[in-house]
């Protein structure tokens, strides 16, 4: 059982290149979130999932697009990517009827 | 913007010291959780509290609530090494689907 994994775990972008951060849970989990975490900061919400084929916006969407691919699978896709979205990704995700989330050990991105 | 502010930003103490961490929100909430994240690591659940509770108590944490005044208190007792990380709020306001506003954290070190 390995929880909720992350890949890359680290990548290096130049700006305008595109990339797709990979978020897959093993616990049949339904909701599933994205989060970027800056230095001396709490965690902001991006997007998540409530459930398979829902997707909505968190705090700051801006720059990125999502898909759950299923009810395993949440990816977070940069199109277009920038230096203001240098920072840690973490994935969570939470089971029905329940309170607390479980994160993924997160994807450190370098935007130059 | 963020819902949890998290006091004080830093705290080291010695080795068998209780540690207390506070945190203030702006909005009702549903319940509020806390998480530790270890360097370079994702976020672990360790209590929640729901907006119906006082205190709660789990091992040697300790968590209360005063929605009143908005706020919410962690207390770690009898510190060990182990306990050094970051130490997060996030409250949850339910609108419709779970969203959790973190704070800022409190980075804690204790001294061996």
């Known amino acids: 059982n390995a929880g909720v994994t992350q890949t890359p775990k680290f990548q290096v972008l130049k700006t305008g290149q595109s990339m797709t951060l990979q978020c897959a849970q093993d616990?049949?989990?339904?909701?599933m979130y994205w989060y970027r975490q800056d230095p001396g900061m709490g965690l902001r919400l991006i997007y998540y999932?409530?459930?398979?084929?829902?997707?909505d916006k968190g705090e700051v969407p801006n720059g990125y697009n999502v898909s759950r691919l299923n009810k395993r699978e949440f990816s977070l896709r940069l199109e277009s990517a920038a230096p203001s979205q240098t920072s840690v990704y973490f994935c969570a995700s939470r089971r029905q009827g329940a309170d607390e989330q479980y994160f993924g050990p997160g994807t450190r991105l370098t935007v130059t | 913007s963020q819902q949890g502010e998290e006091d004080p930003q830093a705290l080291s103490i010695q080795e068998g010291e209780n540690a207390t961490m506070n945190c203030s929100y702006k909005t009702s909430i549903n319940n509020l959780q806390w998480y530790r994240q270890n360097s370079g690591r994702g976020l672990v659940h360790l209590i929640l509290?729901?907006?119906?509770?006082r205190e709660k108590h789990s091992g040697r944490l300790r968590v209360t609530l005063d929605t009143s005044k908005k706020s919410s208190s962690l207390l770690i007792t009898a510190s060990r090494a182990a306990d050094t990380a970051s130490y997060f709020c996030a409250t949850d306001t339910w609108q419709g689907a779970q969203k959790l506003v973190f704070g800022q954290g409190t980075r804690l070190t204790i001294n061996p």
């Open positions: 509290i729901r907006s119906n509770e």
């Open positions: 999932s409530a459930s398979e084929g829902t997707t």
């Open positions: 616990m049949n989990h339904n909701s």
